[in-house]
């Protein structure tokens, strides 16, 4: 084996393809000197007749290997193909003696490759003794484990049922054992943090015993005469505590809000208890709590409150309304009117700043503003009173669901974690403590408001309450929402009773007192009226109630008509105009001061009414000076031929305006200049009385570059355009 080895892989060095190339032919070779042997002992034997088989068979052969290398050499050197078959025969031999004589060489080496063969067999079968030896080991040690696992199971049951028992003897103990450290502190032990302690415990026992008490354990009912003496010398205990605390609060200057966060909070657990334990003793804490309380904030909000009546000054009595007349407003009652701040009657100023300042800011200091000797309209006490009592509500409201809560959840603001019937119960108590507060300040603030004419401090106050009401909501404490909701109630209703007040006075107002002097100036009412009306756009900026803008149409249709009935005071037409035109300018002047949106309808319909009343003006303005061209164009530009028109009539326009027109002008500019105060208006009104002068007189030459057009000379030429313009632009 070893030696054919060495053979095959000393032919794989080189020798490869020559071999095969030899074999193949030898091969062929081979069978060639076998056929012709064969053939000789036919021809030797037989003498002739079988040649012919044996030549077909050679020629077979040769056709079979004629595309071989080594016959088409021989072929193609006209070799004797049996000396040449001989001679690879020998090539042969040769080739196996020498590869006979490498496996003997060979054959130490393979003798030493046996003898590594037979160690690596002694090796193995060691190795295989040591593994068995191994595994049958194993197998011990496994068995030992699975023991080892079955003993752990047993014990980790045993150790859990003994666990479980220990909780349950644990849970009894703790809940039928009374220590005496329990009972002294209980007893003897003043009520502080380690009271508040050993009272969860007894609590906690309690309840335990409680939920026993189905099972028939002796154990509970030898304890429970025990735990009942606790209760009862607990309850009287935390009683006393807490009407002591809540006496505290009836002492002067005290701060109360500090009082429940550091003392009353602190100690809810005893209020719990006694909810719990003794529900009579909890009630009498909570009527308690609220006579106290509540008596001390009604005390605090009077005392307030008639402080603020003694800063408050009056805006507005039941004459200052926009239809009367200033007479109306003097002799027995000019005493009381000095006490009025008559400049912000229809005026807001900086009566928006209760609006537009911070939430936080605006609470008034009584003793403060008496030494400044300060005065305040209503809407900022209305104000400063409101936000006392939205912070003071509202902490009030939270101590009361953290403290009264009628089980052991604490109840945030805002959360609705508590049952209807105990959110119910948490508002109850806070109601009444606060009512009294409450129906004090809606008291005074409809009494105040029934008697009321301001209308402007009405609508801030409207504004306020809807600030306070958003406040609330974002605070998530709707302990107010009654109160804010009833307040709106009042003021609604007087602001728009003073609305109708109002335009009842415009209509009852009696044209010839309000113009004495027949002067076409801007009116005194209207001033009022254009003030009043950005008042109240003001404050229905982001609000668009349609109930103001109803109540502001019907004062502006109202005023109209009176300002026509007023213009009717005038003998001429044009004053009548001037005097509209003044008016409409006035109110114009007023909104477009402001830039908000709610002012855009008032200033469209405004600005279209002065610009209809000043085309009215121009025509009658242009008139008294220029009727003849006036007539003569609107009656030329009626002719369906203008060749009908006589030429004279061209002739006495052109000269009569050639004559009057730079007289005119001047006369023009002095009686706007006189009929208009207002410098901006009257600079407009007489831009537009020129500008249609001039349209009028293009039109006229116009007409006559229609009739004259064949370049016939007149003997009157009218003024040239352009000299007109240049005229007007001095």
């Known amino acids: 084996?070893?030696?054919?080895?060495?053979?095959?892989?000393?032919?794989?060095?080189?020798?490869?393809?020559?071999?095969?190339?030899?074999?193949?032919?030898?091969?062929f070779v081979s069978s060639l000197l076998a056929e012709d042997d064969e053939h000789s002992r036919v021809v030797e034997g037989s003498g002739g007749p079988e040649l012919p088989k044996a030549q077909l068979y050679v020629e077979d052969r040769l056709t079979e290997f004629q595309d071989h290398e080594l016959l088409k050499s021989a072929f193609a050197k006209g070799v004797d193909l049996r000396e040449y078959a001989k001679q690879i025969e020998k090539e042969l031999d040769e080739l196996e003696q020498a590869h006979v004589l490498d496996y003997v060489k060979q054959s130490p080496a393979l003798a030493d490759l046996h003898s590594q063969i037979q160690s690596c067999d002694n090796i193995l079968e060691h190795m295989e003794s040591l593994l068995s030896d191994f595994q049958a080991t194993l197998g011990k040690i496994s068995e030992e484990i699975e023991t080892l696992q079955e003993q752990s199971h047993t014990m980790n049951i045993k150790l859990k049922n003994r666990t479980n028992l220990e909780t349950l003897l644990n849970a009894v103990l703790d809940g039928v054992v009374i220590s005496p450290d329990l009972i002294k502190k209980i007893c003897e032990g003043e009520v502080n943090d380690f009271f508040l302690t050993h009272l969860n415990d007894l609590?906690?026992?309690?309840?335990?015993?409680?939920?026993?008490?189905?099972?028939?354990?002796?154990?509970?009912?030898?304890?429970?005469?025990?735990?009942?003496?606790?209760?009862?010398?607990?309850?009287?205990?935390?009683?006393?505590?807490?009407?002591?605390?809540?006496?505290?609060?009836?002492?002067?200057?005290?701060?109360?809000?500090?009082?429940?966060?550091?003392?009353?909070?602190?100690?809810?657990?005893?209020?719990?208890?006694?909810?719990?334990?003794?529900?009579?003793?909890?009630?009498?804490?909570?009527?308690?709590?609220?006579?106290?309380v509540g008596g001390y904030y009604l005390m605090c909000f009077d005392k307030y409150l008639k402080s603020m009546q003694r800063l408050q000054t009056v805006i507005a009595d039941k004459f200052d309304l926009i239809g009367y007349e200033e007479s109306v407003k003097k002799g027995l009652f000019s005493g009381k009117l000095a006490l009025k701040d008559k400049t912000?009657?229809?005026?807001?100023?900086?009566?928006?700043?209760?609006?537009?300042?911070?939430?936080?800011?605006?609470?008034?200091?009584p003793h403060i503003a008496e030494d400044r000797n300060l005065r305040f309209p209503f809407e900022a006490i209305f104000k400063s009173i409101?936000?006392?009592?939205?912070?003071?509500?509202?902490?009030?409201?939270?101590?009361?669901?953290?403290?009264?809560?009628?089980?052991?959840?604490?109840?945030?603001?805002?959360?609705?974690?508590?049952?209807?019937?105990?959110?119910?119960?948490?508002?109850?108590?806070f109601m009444e403590t606060f009512d009294s507060t409450l129906k004090l300040l809606a008291a005074?603030?409809?009494?105040?408001?029934?008697?009321?004419?301001?209308?402007?401090?009405?609508?801030?106050?409207?504004?306020?309450?809807?600030?306070?009401?958003m406040i609330q909501q974002k605070r998530c404490v709707p302990c107010l929402e009654n109160y804010m909701n009833a307040?709106?109630?009042?003021?609604?209703?007087?602001?728009?009773?003073i609305m109708d007040m109002h335009i009842e006075s415009v209509k009852k107002a009696i044209p010839g007192k309000l113009l004495p002097t027949k002067d076409v100036h801007p009116h005194y009412l209207t001033r009022r009226y254009a003030e009043f009306s950005a008042s109240i756009l003001?404050?229905?900026?982001?609000?668009?109630?349609?109930?103001?803008?109803?109540?502001?149409?019907?004062?502006?249709?109202?005023?109209e008509a009176l300002l026509f009935r007023m213009s009717g005071e005038f003998s001429d037409r044009k004053s009548r105009l001037v005097f509209m035109i003044n008016n409409y300018d006035l109110v114009a002047s007023i909104l477009t001061e402001h830039t908000a949106s709610s002012f855009d309808q008032e200033k469209d319909y405004f600005g279209g009414m002065l610009t209809n009343k000043t085309t009215e003006f121009v025509e009658e303005e242009l008139k008294p000076v220029f009727g003849f061209l006036m007539n003569f164009v609107n009656h030329g530009e009626l002719e369906q031929d203008v060749n009908n028109i006589q030429p004279e009539k061209f002739d006495q326009v052109a000269s009569e305006f050639t004559a009057t027109w730079k007289n005119a002008l001047n006369s023009i500019n002095a009686s706007v200049i006189q009929s208009f105060p207002n410098f901006q208006n009257g600079a407009r009104v007489l831009q537009s009385v020129l500008t249609r002068l001039v349209l009028y007189y293009r039109r006229f030459l116009t007409l006559y570059e229609k009739r004259f057009g064949n370049g016939k000379k007149r003997s009157v030429q009218p003024v040239g355009l352009q000299s007109l313009m240049v005229e007007l632009k001095k």
């Open 1 to 27: 084996m070893s030696a054919q080895s060495t053979s095959s892989d000393h032919d794989a060095g080189g020798a490869t393809p020559a071999v095969d190339m030899n074999t193949a032919a030898a091969t």
């Open 203 to 292: 609590n906690k026992k309690m309840s335990y015993v409680k939920a026993q008490q189905n099972k028939h354990v002796r154990a509970f009912k030898d304890v429970g005469p025990e735990l009942e003496r606790l209760r009862l010398k607990a309850t009287e205990k935390i009683r006393e505590f807490l009407l002591r605390k809540i006496e505290s609060l009836r002492a002067p200057n005290t701060n109360i809000a500090m009082i429940q966060q550091s003392v009353l909070l602190k100690y809810k657990d005893l209020y719990w208890f006694l909810l719990e334990r003794y529900a009579d003793a909890a009630g009498e804490i909570r009527v308690n709590y609220v006579n106290t």
């Open 344 to 365: 912000n009657v229809f005026t807001l100023g900086d009566r928006l700043q209760v609006l537009t300042n911070p939430p936080d800011t605006g609470i008034i200091l």
């Open 386 to 429: 409101n936000r006392l009592l939205m912070d003071n509500a509202s902490s009030e409201y939270i101590f009361d669901i953290e403290f009264f809560a009628p089980s052991r959840v604490v109840h945030k603001p805002g959360v609705a974690n508590a049952p209807g019937s105990e959110l119910m119960y948490l508002q109850a108590v």
């Open 444 to 469: 005074s603030n409809k009494q105040y408001v029934d008697a009321s004419f301001d209308a402007v401090g009405i609508l801030l106050c409207i504004r306020l309450n809807m600030q306070n009401i």
């Open 487 to 497: 307040t709106n109630m009042v003021l609604w209703p007087r602001f728009q009773a």
């Open 538 to 559: 003001t404050l229905n900026q982001g609000y668009d109630d349609a109930l103001l803008i109803n109540s502001l149409q019907r004062l502006r249709t109202e005023v």
